[in-house]
T-cell receptor, first 113, second 113 residues
Framework: AQSVTQLDSQVPVFEEAPVELRCNYSSSVSVYLFWYVQYPNQGLQLLLKYLSGSTLVESINGFEAEFNKSQTSFHLRKPSVHISDTAEYFCAVTQNRDDKIIFGKGTRLHILP | DGGITQSPKYLFRKEGQNVTLSCEQNLNHDAMYWYRQDPGQGLRLIYYSQIVNDFQKGDIAEGYSVSREKKESFPLTVTSAQKNPTAFYLC????????????FGDGTRLSIL
Protein backbone atom coordinates (compact mmCIF):
# COMPACT_ATOMS: atom_id res chain seq x y z
CA ALA A 1 0.00 0.00 0.00
CA GLN A 2 1.10 3.52 -0.68
CA SER A 3 1.83 6.01 2.06
CA VAL A 4 3.26 9.50 2.38
CA THR A 5 5.22 10.80 5.35
CA GLN A 6 5.83 14.47 5.93
CA LEU A 7 8.40 14.49 8.65
CA ASP A 8 7.68 17.94 10.06
CA SER A 9 4.23 19.10 11.12
CA GLN A 10 5.45 22.71 11.48
CA VAL A 11 8.47 24.56 10.13
CA PRO A 12 9.33 28.07 11.35
CA VAL A 13 11.73 30.06 9.17
CA PHE A 14 12.83 33.67 8.96
CA GLU A 15 11.78 35.76 5.99
CA GLU A 16 14.30 35.61 3.12
CA ALA A 17 15.87 32.44 4.55
CA PRO A 18 15.87 29.12 2.64
CA VAL A 19 13.47 26.34 3.54
CA GLU A 20 13.11 22.62 2.87
CA LEU A 21 9.90 20.69 3.54
CA ARG A 22 10.54 16.96 3.65
CA CYS A 23 8.42 14.26 2.06
CA ASN A 24 9.01 10.53 1.83
CA TYR A 25 6.75 7.99 0.21
CA SER A 26 6.43 4.24 0.04
CA SER A 27 5.20 2.34 -2.97
CA SER A 28 6.11 -0.87 -4.71
CA VAL A 29 5.34 0.52 -8.17
CA SER A 30 6.10 3.65 -10.17
CA VAL A 31 4.49 6.77 -8.81
CA TYR A 32 3.49 10.29 -9.65
CA LEU A 33 4.22 12.93 -7.00
CA PHE A 34 2.62 16.26 -6.16
CA TRP A 35 2.96 19.20 -3.81
CA TYR A 36 -0.16 21.19 -2.97
CA VAL A 37 -0.44 24.43 -0.97
CA GLN A 38 -3.38 25.44 1.22
CA TYR A 39 -3.89 29.02 2.39
CA PRO A 40 -6.16 29.58 5.44
CA ASN A 41 -9.81 28.66 4.89
CA GLN A 42 -9.22 27.73 1.27
CA GLY A 43 -8.94 24.57 -0.76
CA LEU A 44 -5.71 23.05 -2.00
CA GLN A 45 -3.87 24.43 -5.02
CA LEU A 46 -1.39 22.43 -7.07
CA LEU A 47 2.12 23.78 -6.58
CA LEU A 48 4.11 21.35 -8.73
CA LYS A 49 4.12 17.77 -9.92
CA TYR A 50 6.53 15.05 -11.04
CA LEU A 51 5.28 12.61 -13.66
CA SER A 52 8.43 11.60 -15.54
CA GLY A 53 11.55 13.06 -17.10
CA SER A 54 13.72 15.55 -15.25
CA THR A 55 13.80 14.79 -11.54
CA LEU A 56 13.87 18.50 -10.65
CA VAL A 57 10.55 20.28 -11.07
CA GLU A 58 9.83 23.95 -10.47
CA SER A 59 6.82 26.11 -9.71
CA ILE A 60 6.14 29.63 -10.95
CA ASN A 61 6.65 31.17 -7.49
CA GLY A 62 10.18 29.94 -6.82
CA PHE A 63 9.57 26.55 -5.20
CA GLU A 64 11.26 23.44 -6.53
CA ALA A 65 11.18 19.76 -5.66
CA GLU A 66 13.48 16.91 -6.54
CA PHE A 67 12.38 13.34 -7.08
CA ASN A 68 14.88 10.91 -5.58
CA LYS A 69 13.90 7.35 -6.40
CA SER A 70 16.63 5.66 -4.36
CA GLN A 71 15.65 7.57 -1.23
CA THR A 72 11.92 7.58 -2.10
CA SER A 73 11.79 11.29 -1.38
CA PHE A 74 10.28 14.38 -2.97
CA HIS A 75 11.45 17.29 -0.78
CA LEU A 76 10.21 20.82 -1.47
CA ARG A 77 12.66 23.71 -1.34
CA LYS A 78 12.73 27.46 -1.77
CA PRO A 79 15.95 29.51 -1.58
CA SER A 80 14.31 32.59 -0.06
CA VAL A 81 10.86 32.63 1.53
CA HIS A 82 8.42 35.53 1.69
CA ILE A 83 5.70 36.27 4.22
CA SER A 84 3.15 35.35 1.54
CA ASP A 85 4.45 31.76 1.58
CA THR A 86 2.78 31.24 4.96
CA ALA A 87 0.50 28.25 4.35
CA GLU A 88 0.16 24.51 4.83
CA TYR A 89 1.92 22.30 2.29
CA PHE A 90 0.81 18.81 1.38
CA CYS A 91 2.86 16.15 -0.37
CA ALA A 92 0.84 13.57 -2.32
CA VAL A 93 1.44 10.40 -4.32
CA THR A 94 -0.49 8.31 -6.77
CA GLN A 95 0.44 5.09 -8.55
CA ASN A 96 0.88 5.23 -12.29
CA ARG A 97 -2.25 3.13 -12.86
CA ASP A 98 -4.56 4.84 -10.38
CA ASP A 99 -6.27 8.22 -10.20
CA LYS A 100 -6.69 8.25 -6.43
CA ILE A 101 -4.19 10.44 -4.59
CA ILE A 102 -2.78 9.72 -1.14
CA PHE A 103 -1.98 12.86 0.86
CA GLY A 104 0.52 13.39 3.63
CA LYS A 105 -0.60 15.02 6.88
CA GLY A 106 0.77 18.41 5.87
CA THR A 107 3.52 20.78 6.99
CA ARG A 108 2.61 24.21 8.26
CA LEU A 109 5.15 26.82 7.16
CA HIS A 110 5.50 29.78 9.52
CA ILE A 111 7.41 32.78 8.21
CA LEU A 112 9.01 34.83 10.98
CA PRO A 113 9.62 38.57 10.43
CA ASP B 1 -13.85 31.03 -15.12
CA GLY B 2 -13.72 27.28 -14.78
CA GLY B 3 -13.60 25.86 -11.31
CA ILE B 4 -15.26 24.07 -8.44
CA THR B 5 -17.89 25.72 -6.27
CA GLN B 6 -18.70 24.44 -2.81
CA SER B 7 -21.61 25.77 -0.80
CA PRO B 8 -22.28 26.82 1.82
CA LYS B 9 -18.93 27.99 3.17
CA TYR B 10 -20.10 27.46 6.76
CA LEU B 11 -22.77 25.02 7.91
CA PHE B 12 -24.19 24.17 11.30
CA ARG B 13 -25.89 20.90 12.16
CA LYS B 14 -28.10 19.99 15.04
CA GLU B 15 -27.86 16.60 16.69
CA GLY B 16 -29.76 13.94 14.72
CA GLN B 17 -30.00 16.05 11.58
CA ASN B 18 -28.84 15.22 8.08
CA VAL B 19 -27.14 17.98 6.10
CA THR B 20 -26.10 18.15 2.46
CA LEU B 21 -22.98 19.87 1.14
CA SER B 22 -23.04 21.04 -2.44
CA CYS B 23 -20.22 20.64 -4.98
CA GLU B 24 -20.49 21.83 -8.58
CA GLN B 25 -17.75 21.88 -11.25
CA ASN B 26 -17.66 23.39 -14.73
CA LEU B 27 -14.32 21.90 -15.74
CA ASN B 28 -16.00 19.01 -17.60
CA HIS B 29 -14.03 16.61 -15.38
CA ASP B 30 -15.14 13.00 -15.24
CA ALA B 31 -14.03 12.22 -11.68
CA MET B 32 -15.07 13.90 -8.46
CA TYR B 33 -13.97 13.34 -4.86
CA TRP B 34 -14.95 14.26 -1.31
CA TYR B 35 -12.36 14.62 1.44
CA ARG B 36 -12.56 15.34 5.12
CA GLN B 37 -9.81 17.47 6.68
CA ASP B 38 -9.12 17.51 10.42
CA PRO B 39 -6.23 19.41 12.05
CA GLY B 40 -3.02 17.40 11.81
CA GLN B 41 -4.74 14.56 9.93
CA GLY B 42 -4.25 15.60 6.33
CA LEU B 43 -7.01 14.73 3.86
CA ARG B 44 -9.01 11.53 4.11
CA LEU B 45 -11.09 10.27 1.21
CA ILE B 46 -14.81 9.85 1.92
CA TYR B 47 -16.29 8.95 -1.49
CA TYR B 48 -15.28 9.27 -5.12
CA SER B 49 -17.00 8.98 -8.47
CA GLN B 50 -15.32 8.29 -11.78
CA ILE B 51 -18.47 8.48 -13.91
CA VAL B 52 -22.07 9.60 -13.69
CA ASN B 53 -24.38 7.27 -11.73
CA ASP B 54 -21.45 5.43 -10.17
CA PHE B 55 -19.44 6.04 -7.01
CA GLN B 56 -17.20 4.16 -4.59
CA LYS B 57 -16.49 4.34 -0.89
CA GLY B 58 -13.24 5.83 0.24
CA ASP B 59 -11.43 5.25 3.50
CA ILE B 60 -14.00 6.84 5.84
CA ALA B 61 -17.41 6.46 4.15
CA GLU B 62 -19.40 5.46 7.25
CA GLY B 63 -22.01 8.06 8.13
CA TYR B 64 -21.88 9.72 4.70
CA SER B 65 -23.76 9.30 1.42
CA VAL B 66 -23.36 10.74 -2.08
CA SER B 67 -25.06 10.84 -5.46
CA ARG B 68 -23.80 11.54 -8.97
CA GLU B 69 -26.82 12.17 -11.16
CA LYS B 70 -25.07 14.81 -13.25
CA LYS B 71 -21.48 15.12 -14.39
CA GLU B 72 -21.20 18.59 -12.87
CA SER B 73 -22.59 17.79 -9.42
CA PHE B 74 -21.50 15.55 -6.55
CA PRO B 75 -23.40 16.41 -3.34
CA LEU B 76 -22.36 14.91 0.00
CA THR B 77 -24.87 14.17 2.75
CA VAL B 78 -23.60 13.96 6.31
CA THR B 79 -26.08 11.74 8.08
CA SER B 80 -27.00 11.53 11.74
CA ALA B 81 -25.00 8.29 11.83
CA GLN B 82 -21.79 10.32 11.56
CA LYS B 83 -21.05 10.87 15.23
CA ASN B 84 -18.17 13.31 14.81
CA PRO B 85 -19.03 15.43 11.78
CA THR B 86 -17.24 18.63 12.79
CA ALA B 87 -14.56 19.11 10.11
CA PHE B 88 -13.55 20.95 6.96
CA TYR B 89 -14.93 19.21 3.86
CA LEU B 90 -13.21 19.54 0.51
CA CYS B 91 -14.53 18.58 -2.91
CA UNK B 92 -12.19 17.95 -5.82
CA UNK B 93 -12.36 16.92 -9.47
CA UNK B 94 -9.98 15.58 -12.10
CA UNK B 95 -9.91 13.92 -15.51
CA UNK B 96 -9.80 10.62 -13.62
CA UNK B 97 -6.60 9.34 -15.21
CA UNK B 98 -3.41 8.37 -13.46
CA UNK B 99 -1.11 11.33 -12.93
CA UNK B 100 -3.80 13.94 -13.39
CA UNK B 101 -3.85 16.48 -10.54
CA UNK B 102 -7.03 17.18 -8.63
CA UNK B 103 -8.63 20.63 -8.57
CA PHE B 104 -10.19 21.69 -5.27
CA GLY B 105 -13.06 23.86 -4.15
CA ASP B 106 -12.71 26.26 -1.23
CA GLY B 107 -14.34 23.91 1.25
CA THR B 108 -17.28 23.82 3.63
CA ARG B 109 -16.73 24.05 7.37
CA LEU B 110 -19.32 21.99 9.26
CA SER B 111 -19.93 22.51 12.96
CA ILE B 112 -22.31 20.96 15.47
CA LEU B 113 -24.72 23.14 17.43
Amino acid sequence: AQSVTQLDSQVPVFEEAPVELRCNYSSSVSVYLFWYVQYPNQGLQLLLKYLSGSTLVESINGFEAEFNKSQTSFHLRKPSVHISDTAEYFCAVTQNRDDKIIFGKGTRLHILP
Amino acid sequence: DGGITQSPKYLFRKEGQNVTLSCEQNLNHDAMYWYRQDPGQGLRLIYYSQIVNDFQKGDIAEGYSVSREKKESFPLTVTSAQKNPTAFYLCASSWGQAGQPQHFGDGTRLSIL
